[in-house]
Each structure stands twice: as structure tokens, then as C-alpha cells.
Nanobody, 123 residues
Framework: QVQLVESGGGLVQAGGSLRLSCAAS????????MGWFRQAPGKEREFLAA????????VYADSVKGRFTISRDNAKNTMYLQMNSLKPEDTAVYYC????????????????WGQGTQVTVSS
């Protein structure tokens, strides 16, 4: 079993920054891919970024490329999402997820999800 816990959400003004964390436990993650997703009110959950825990390329959605950066701390089994130049349209619940296999943009390919953390960007 895998447990994922997000933190770091909150209220920020447009143009500001936030760093989200996703603490993972319960399994060895070296063969897993980790990803960040978000879901705004009334919209479908969308992919933001993902990487393979063992290393390799990182994948970003075009909507956040250049503003958001995904990273990790292997020793802490923690993944991060640094979000800069935030816009009101970034307001959503942000989730982390993991899957056994390579990074994938398809949210249905992810097996374990955190509970989400709310990010609100005011104009």
C-alpha cells in the first residue's frame, strides 16, 4: 500500500509563488513514477507534471511549462511542485499521484492518490 500526503496549499495573490509537497510512504518508489495534477471547480482533473523516481526525463503540461517545476528529495521520499507567476486560473485542488511504470499524462494510469491541497490565487 502507498500513502501520499500533500501539503503547502493556501491563498496567494496573482504573480506570487507556492511550493507544494507530497510525502510518500509505504513502498519502495524506485520503480514508480510520480505526478502532479489539479482539478478546478466544474472542470476535469488535469495533468501538470511527472517524473520517474529512479531518474530520467520530466514531463510537463504545456499550460504550466516554464512556471511550474517538479522536483524530489529521495532521502525524504518527498516530491515538490514549485509554482511561480501564479494566475487566478491556477486556482484548484492539487493532487499528487503515483504509478508503477514510466511517467504518463493519462490520469487513469495512476494507482494511488493523495487527498489534495487547495490552492487559491486571488486577482
Amino acid at each position: 500500500q502507498v500513502q501520499l500526503v500533500e501539503s503547502g496549499g493556501g491563498l496567494v495573490q496573482a504573480g506570487g509563488s507556492l511550493r507544494l509537497s507530497c510525502a510518500a510512504s509505504g513502498r519502495t518508489f524506485r520503480t514508480y513514477a510520480m505526478g502532479w495534477f489539479r482539478q478546478a471547480p466544474g472542470k476535469e482533473r488535469e495533468f501538470l507534471a511527472a517524473f520517474a523516481w529512479s531518474g530520467g526525463s520530466t514531463v510537463y503540461a504545456d499550460s504550466v511549462k516554464g512556471r511550474f517545476t517538479i522536483s524530489r528529495d529521495n532521502a525524504k521520499n518527498t516530491m515538490y511542485l514549485q509554482m511561480n507567476s501564479l494566475k487566478p486560473e491556477d486556482t484548484a485542488v492539487y493532487y499528487c499521484a503515483t504509478r508503477l511504470g514510466p511517467p504518463n499524462r493519462d490520469i487513469t494510469m495512476y494507482d494511488y492518490w493523495g487527498q489534495g491541497t487547495q490552492v487559491t490565487v486571488s486577482s
